[in-house]
């Protein structure tokens, strides 16, 4: 059965990052994520945006340097 949706730890392993920067994208909107019980949870299409426009940034980035 193919993954709907990822937890907070899940995605900071994933991006390489501590649990708590993703709390704060998930405040301050820059992640959409749902409450299930008292976790958060991240859709899988909302991730994929997600890495969409991290990459951007990063390429954009890149070309200005």
Avoid at 23 to 44: C, K, M
């Amino acid at each position: 059965m193919p993954r709907t949706a990822w937890t907070v730890l899940e995605v900071a392993d994933s991006m390489r990052v501590g649990e708590q920067q993703v709390r704060d994208w998930i405040h301050s909107g820059e992640l959409s994520a749902f409450r299930a019980g008292q976790t958060y949870r991240v859709p899988n299409s909302e991730l994929e945006r997600f890495y969409a426009r991290q990459t951007e940034k990063f390429a954009s980035g890149l070309l200005d340097a």
